[in-house]
């Protein structure tokens, strides 16, 4: 071998750094955007309505920046193209009187829908939210539920699962009274 060619390396642009922190978006260990799902929702950062293509979300050949900038030129007008939007009713609530603001919840979503006000409480932002539960999940407190997904309707799915028309099947009895005791414990 004669000669080895190298491409020149890439890096983000210097003004990424105020853009991602001024939309609220992700990045990755180089700096660049990030999708939120490259195969299911290619193109999409986590506030709605902003989209990525081409070497903002890391290096690209040219066909693959003209076909991602197509795709996200194609999102923006679909999202344009509607007279009204519809809003996800499976959302985070967060009960003021058991938040601690320890800001756990703050640092874990990924969609910054979450954020710990003056007052030490954690308030969800209605439209960010996308209801994925890890706030609910990781709350030391157990300050957060999904609506609609609350911890108390799945012991009332469970009881209505493990219940027959005669009586509770002896051996779920256990299982139900652990969740509703632990639930009790949790209630403030
Ligand atoms: S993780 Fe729970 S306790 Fe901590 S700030 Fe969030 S809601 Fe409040
Ligand atoms: S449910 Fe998910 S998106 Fe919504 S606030 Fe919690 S972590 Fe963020």
Known sequence: MDLV????????????????????????????????????????????????????????????????????????A???????????????????NLCMGCQRCEKLCNYGAIKVDRDSIAQVDDLKCKGCGVCASSCPAHAIDIKYHRDI?????????????????EEYVDTIELITEKLKSLTP
């Not at 679909?78 to 003021?96: F, H, M, P, Y």
């Open 5 to 76: 060619v190298l491409s020149t390396g890439m890096v983000p642009s210097r003004h990424s750094v105020k853009l991602i922190e001024t939309l609220g978006l992700n990045k990755d260990s180089y700096g660049f955007l990030t999708e939120v799902h490259g195969c299911l929702k290619p193109q999409e950062t986590t506030n709605m309505g902003i989209y990525i293509c081409g070497c903002a979300a890391g290096p690209k050949n040219i066909p693959s920046s003209v076909s991602t900038a197509s795709a996200a030129a194609s999102k923006a």
């Open 153 to 169: 309707q799945f012991v009332e799915e469970i009881k209505g699962i493990c219940c027959t028309e005669l009586e509770y099947k």
């Open 78 to 96: 679909i999202l344009l193209s509607k007279d009204t939007i519809i809003q996800e009713l499976i959302i985070a609530e967060v009960d003021e």
